[in-house]
């Protein structure tokens, strides 16, 4: 998969993937040849994913004040959302906007095109916030993607909750072991009714109803993403890996970093091309399994190099190598020998293989070298997969994203 800006060259594909955008609102064309007329307008990007040079997903959008956004279109081509192209571009643009400091991006999502495109706009964090009535024409799914870069101890996670159901626009009342909400009177829609819902807690678990079902992590660091959700038994994963292995999943630090660099990437990383590995599988010695879950946060550690970025856990699998290669088909890029030599030899695991599906990777603007971790750390072995403190954790992201 290749990840370029828009040429004007593209304008007609563009244009046909944007269809029932530009349908739905003929204003959109004008913007896009407008994108062309002045390339130096740097609150108006378009960025496309493609694959064996045929254009797949598009995104269109705007910055309209110093930190909000508004996804004016996100398109998707046919086939992309089988191949997972149109969630790897959003995530893409989402990593980039975290970068830029980005609190809230809207998005006003013609109706036609909910059943297309709500599941990846939800599956990265997008939250619907209702429909907008227009009269004489079709109505829109507003979404918005909001962005919290902090670290929160789960024990403050249901009056992080609270706090953000007032600010909505919800009336909230305490419930015995949580609170229930919903919308206030002065809020809801002419002969609209609402009910209450209710957030729980079940030991360590929080509970929504209805339904009753339990409330991820991960869902809420996918919705605030960069937020992350720290528990006292559930550490992050180092995982070392060769260069030769790294260079095939990951993008890798400069090794001379611009000072003066902004994004992941350049200083201006939307006039870049480059490509999009599409395996994000990894595997490893098995450890830490009961701590294990989605969105773990991961460290990745290159031999002879460094610590070179982190990432979160989108799946694991944990089963002998044999097992794996017949579950998984991205296990057909990894050598056999290699992936038996990091079985557990004995244990509860004995013969098993850990393999890792990851996503939201972002390379550090620097590598952290052994000598820095182990200075932060004196009893530091990076020779295989192991959990890592939160303190050692934030001290080489902090580390590998600071620059001299």
Known sequence: MLLRPAREGDLPAVKKILLPWIEDDPGLLQALENLFKTPSDKDLRCRLLETDETLRCVSFWARTGPDRVRLLAFGVGNGASEAGADRRLLQE????????????VKIRLPECLGPSHIGCLRGCGFIAEGVVSRMGAEPRIRLCKHFLNRTMPHRKVMDFLREFFVS???????????????????????????????????????????????????????????????????????????????????????????????????????????????NTLIYGYPVGMKQIRRGLPLIF????????????????????PKNLYNLIDE?????????????????????????????????????VTLEEVRRLDENFNPRRTRSLSHVLFNSIITSGNKLD
């Not at 643009?93 to 809230?104: A, D, H």
């Not at 992050?236 to 292995?245: A, R, V």
């Not at 695991?349 to 990851?358: M, W």
Request: aromatic residues 12%.
């Open 93 to 104: 643009e989402i990593l980039e906007w975290t970068e830029m400091g980005i609190i809230k």
């Open 168 to 278: 909505m626009g919800y009336e909230v009342r305490d419930e015995g072991g949580g609170f229930g909400y919903r919308v206030r009177n002065e809020l809801r829609r002419p002969y609209i009714f609402s009910s209450w819902h209710r957030i729980t807690r079940s030991g360590p678990d929080l509970i929504v109803h209805p339904p009753a079902r339990v409330l991820a992590w991960h869902e809420l660091e996918t919705a605030f993403y960069p937020l992350s959700v720290q528990g006292p038994k559930k550490q992050p994963l180092f995982l070392p890996m060769e260069k030769k292995m790294a260079m095939r999943l990951v993008d890798l630090p400069p090794s001379k970093p611009d000072t003066t660099q902004r994004g992941l990437f350049s200083s201006d990383p939307y006039e870049q091309t480059r490509e999009i590995r599409p």
């Open 301 to 320: 550690y290159v031999n002879r190099m460094g610590a070179v970025g982190a990432a979160r856990v989108e799946e694991w699998y944990l089963d002998e």
């Open 331 to 367: 296990m057909s890029l990894f050598e056999p020998e290699d992936v038996k030599e990091q079985a557990a030899g004995s244990g509860a695991h004995s013969g098993k293989v850990l393999a890792i599906r990851f996503g939201w990777y972002r390379p550090f603007r620097r590598v």
